[in-house]
């Protein structure tokens, strides 16, 4: 009921920056959260950050300095602002939305991804 594409990855060098969106469509109205995951190669999902329907920003330990997520209030969509990357961000970035938020966030729907690939 629910589609989001992702947009914006690519290859950026060392201590570059990029920004990724994502667009929700279909029965956008049941969306309690939305949140941005990457997955390295040989690595574990990785929650980035989160966006609730009420507008609380939660980010992981890990992403906290150099990532933010933004919403985009004319559209339906989310941003990834990543700044200062480095070769350990290199993953593909997925954007993913839930219809429950507690007592824990579910993730119903899954874009397929955007590549981003941090080179020296």
């Known amino acids: 009921q629910v589609q989001l594409v992702e947009s914006g990855g690519g290859v950026v060098q060392a201590g570059g920056s990029l920004r990724l969106t994502c667009v929700a469509t279909?029965?956008?109205?049941?969306?309690?959260?939305m949140a941005w995951f990457r997955q390295a190669p040989g690595k574990e999902r990785e929650l980035i950050g989160s966006?609730?329907?009420?507008?609380?920003?939660e980010y992981s330990n890990s992403a906290k300095g150099r990532f933010r997520i933004a919403r985009d209030s004319g559209k339906n969509a989310i941003h990834l602002q990543a700044n200062n990357l480095n070769d350990q961000d290199t993953a593909m970035y997925y954007c993913?939305?839930?219809?429950?938020?507690?007592?824990?966030?579910?993730?119903?729907?899954w874009g397929q991804g955007t590549q981003v690939t941090v080179s020296s």
């Open positions: 966006v609730s329907s009420g507008g609380t920003i």
């Open positions: 279909g029965n956008q109205f049941s969306i309690n959260v």
């Open positions: 993913a939305a839930g219809r429950i938020a507690f007592p824990d966030y579910v993730y119903d729907y």
